[in-house]
């Protein structure tokens, strides 16, 4: 498929997704959420790719929601629509890892995007924030939420009735990234971290991604019965009798993705 406002792209078992709308900051329109849904739905679909990275421009990964396409919506408008909610919750839920790289810009939906993946990674200029409260809205793609889970109430309230941003270091501290790089590194490390995962195997992938997020949504106990069952699913596996026996074999495991 071809797409206006991302780039796709793939590096062995890596897909990548560049957001590509310059003239806004990579501002994310309602095109901009369908070919980013699109783009999710191929990489999804292929058992070729094993993980996914999505980025911005080295001065954005995503300066928010269109705000010039939103200014005149009424609350029918939002309301009766669902107001995007469909596309963008794509990213949430991808079922195969997705690790932002973040580079400048990361505000309202554009941070609220990167929450949706599972790592993200940081470039020494990235700045996150909640800008919502500025233009007399909330967050409304999981900035409340995600946000609030990720960092806790204190900084979570900090962010989001302020409106203020914070820079990579201090979105560090807080435990909203995983690892900070300098700009030009930012791709090779992204690259690396999503190649390691996309060597693994792909279904025990799946198994540890789901696991991870069902801290989020249950008790301890049903996430650990949860996870036990994973576990023993994981038995099933032809890749968990390769990795196994790999190991006793002393060489390296080729995992077959089954
Ligand atoms: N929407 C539309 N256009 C934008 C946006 C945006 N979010 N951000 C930047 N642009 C445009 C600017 O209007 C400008 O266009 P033009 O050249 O035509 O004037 C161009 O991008 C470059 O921007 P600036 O000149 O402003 O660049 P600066 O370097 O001076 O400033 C900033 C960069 C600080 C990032 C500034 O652009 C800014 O504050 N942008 C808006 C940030 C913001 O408020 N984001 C939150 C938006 S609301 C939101 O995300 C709600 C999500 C809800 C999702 C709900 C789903 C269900």
Redesign the pocket.
């Known amino acids: 498929m071809t797409y206006e406002n991302i780039l796709v792209a793939r590096d062995g078992r890596v897909g990548i997704i560049t957001l590509n709308r310059p ?3 990579n ?3 309602d095109a901009l959420i369908d070919d980013l849904g699109g783009a999710l739905d191929e990489f999804e679909a292929d058992e070729g790719i094993g993980a996914i990275i999505l980025t911005g421009s080295e ?2 990964f ?9 200014k005149d919506r009424s609350f029918m408008d ?1 309301y009766l629509s ?4 469909k596309g ?1 919750e794509r990213v949430a839920s991808c079922r195969k890892p997705v690790i932002a790289a973040v580079a ?2 990361a ?6 995007v990167a929450m949706m993946c599972d790592i993200i990674i940081a470039a020494e200029n990235a ?1 996150f ?4 409260i ?2 007399g ?1 909330i ?3 999981g ?1 409340t939420q995600r946000l609030t889970r990720a960092l806790g109430k204190a900084k979570a309230m900090d962010l989001v009735l302020t ?1 203020r ?1 914070m820079d990579a270091a201090e979105a560090e501290r807080c435990g909203l990234v995983s690892r900070i790089v300098p700009a030009e590194k930012l791709m090779e490390e992204a690259l690396a971290v999503a190649g390691k995962i996309a060597s693994m195997s792909l279904p025990i992938t799946l198994f540890a991604k789901e696991s991870v997020n069902r801290a989020f949504e249950t008790s301890l106990a049903e996430g650990l019965r949860f996870e036990r069952r994973m576990f023993h699913a994981a038995f099933a596996t032809e890749d968990q009798s390769e990795g196994m026996s790999a190991f006793a074999e002393k060489r390296p495991a080729q995992f077959k993705h089954r």
């Not at 505000?107 to 609220?112: F, Q």
């Not at 924030?129 to 919502?132: D, I, R, S, V, Y």
């Open positions: 003239k806004a900051l501002a994310l329109c001065k954005a995503a300066a928010g929601a269109d705000i010039k396409e939103m939002v669902d107001f995007i909610t963008w400048g810009f505000l309202g939906g554009g941070c609220e700045k924030g909640q800008p919502e500025t233009l809205i967050p409304g793609a900035g409106g941003m």
